[in-house]
């Protein structure tokens, strides 16, 4: 492999690993925040227990991905200095903005919560986990800001051959942006959902506080339906903006080499990669790509080839087209468990609209079951999703400004990069497995005991972590 393979499967390593932890910090410090919300207000110690209980997989969770993730903004320097040094100016921004401002934000109020129990008023502790989560978000917000210039790039000058920022607002109003933050937010709500759903079946099932883990199991489904759809929905607009400013994206996604209007989308096909201009496709649903591109039955969606003649004409030549089999199956990975998902959310809405989550019916049991193994779903569903958006932008490293090749570092050898690819993975390794084994253990835990409160309804320090 070359040094230029291996730094894009360095980082694209590393930048996979790290977006497993991120939806769950999103998603379970929102859903930790809701039960401590409610213990605030009722006063039943069972939120109490749960909050607790939950906070600890949350604190697991932030601790192992903060560290990945300090990796990749490494990377920027060692492998990718050529990229670094020309959108510096640009992409610096809203990184510095993600450390400086909701990095440190969403650290200093995790201590503040971690060692606030019984320290700190009921009010201001609860201040405190709701702090955590809008820093979580904020800081999802800079990083996406980051990435969607990559994607669509505004609000900058060329000035001696390298980018400079002009204009913060117009990036962080990028239309790609917002509709991909949303998405993203959305995702991890449906992560923290979707896990919280799973611990409480896996204790449901075995009989273990079946009334306390019901309440997390409904509190899960009844966030789980709607982010499902709202998420399904957005994705939906986000692929019409990445019609207008990524076409190629687009039509690859459906290996879709000529142009057309109407145009199906296939659930199934053989061919259509590179070397195959005219794949074989499987179960066609009428207009749907159509809808999908351009939210309309009759749109336009141009062809691959049509594209990559356009970009040879406008850049010079060159290939231009993404990996197609990639494209096309994260796509249809990423729709196909979503569908999946929405399905065990409606299951779910159902057995509590009709009271009998977590009862003896089989149809119950059944449900629980699959709640446990739907643990893994949002987390391939999430990787399929980055792979989708990463990989349409190939060969574009900052699209329509600078191509891959010409980012990597040029002074590193193929010899430091392919070093440092196998000590991040044997690193990462080791923490995958220190994560699930911890995150397992204090998922099966039993609740802590009722805590003793002191007289403000607080628990007393030794409650702290």
């Known amino acids: ?227 499902i759809l709202f998420q399904m929905t957005v994705g939906d607009f986000l692929g019409v903006i990445e019609t207008k400013y990524q076409p190629m994206k687009v039509a690859a996604m459906e290996a879709q080499w000529q142009t057309c209007t109407s145009c199906p989308f296939s659930v199934f096909q053989v061919g259509g990669g590179k070397a195959d201009h005219t794949p074989t496709k499987i179960i066609e649903i009428p207009d749907l790509l159509s809808v999908l591109a351009t939210n309309t039955l009759h749109g336009q969606v141009v062809g691959l080839d049509e594209l990559n003649a356009q970009y040879q004409q406008q850049y010079g030549p060159g290939d231009y087209v993404p990996n197609v089999f990639i494209q096309y199956w994260s796509m249809r990975v990423m729709a196909y468990i979503a569908v999946v998902v929405l399905g065990l959310a409606v299951w779910g809405g159902v057995l509590l609209w009709r009271k009998r989550l977590g009862s003896d019916r089989w149809w119950a049991r059944w449900f629980l079951w699959a709640a446990v193994w739907a643990a893994v779903l949002p987390f391939v569903m999430n990787t399929a999703g980055w792979m989708l958006t990463e990989n349409g932008r190939q060969p574009w490293i900052v699209q329509g400004l600078q191509l891959v090749k010409d980012g990597v570092s040029p002074s590193i050898s193929t010899a430091t990069v392919a070093i440092s690819l196998t000590v991040f993975v044997l690193l990462y390794g080791a923490l995958a497995v220190v994560d699930a084994v911890l995150m397992l253990r204090y998922s099966r835990k039993e609740l802590d005991p009722v805590p003793d409160l002191d007289e403000q309804g607080q628990p007393v320090p030794a409650m702290s972590y």
Request: charged share 10%; glycine share 8%; no cysteine.
């Open 1 to 227: 492999m070359t040094k230029l393979d291996l730094a894009r499967l360095q980082f694209a390593s590393t930048s996979i690993y790290h977006f497993l932890f991120v939806p769950v910090t999103i998603g379970l410090a929102f859903l930790v925040a809701l039960l401590q919300t409610a213990w605030h207000r009722k006063g039943d110690e069972a939120y109490l227990r749960l909050t607790k209980f939950f906070g600890t997989l949350l604190v697991i969770n932030i601790a192992i991905g903060v560290v990945t993730g300090l990796v990749q903004e490494f990377q920027f320097g060692m492998d990718w200095s050529a990229y670094s040094r020309f959108v510096g100016d640009v992409f610096g921004a809203p990184l510095a903005m993600e450390g400086l401002a909701a990095f440190f934000l969403e650290s200093t109020f995790l201590g503040l919560w971690i060692f606030g129990w019984g320290r700190l008023s009921k009010r201001v502790h609860l201040a405190t986990i709701w702090a955590v989560a809008f820093g979580a978000m904020l800081s999802a917000a800079f990083i996406m800001a980051a990435n969607s210039w990559m994607q669509h790039p505004v609000g900058y000058a060329m000035k001696s051959g390298k980018a400079q920022l002009t204009n913060i607002w117009a990036v962080l109003t990028n239309p790609v942006f917002l509709w991909g933050y949303a998405h993203v937010i959305l995702a991890a709500l449906v992560t923290g959902a979707v896990v919280m759903l799973a611990v409480s079946a896996w204790h449901l099932r075995r009989k273990a506080e079946v009334e306390i883990f019901h309440r997390t199991a409904a509190l899960a489904v009844v966030v789980l339906i709607p982010a």
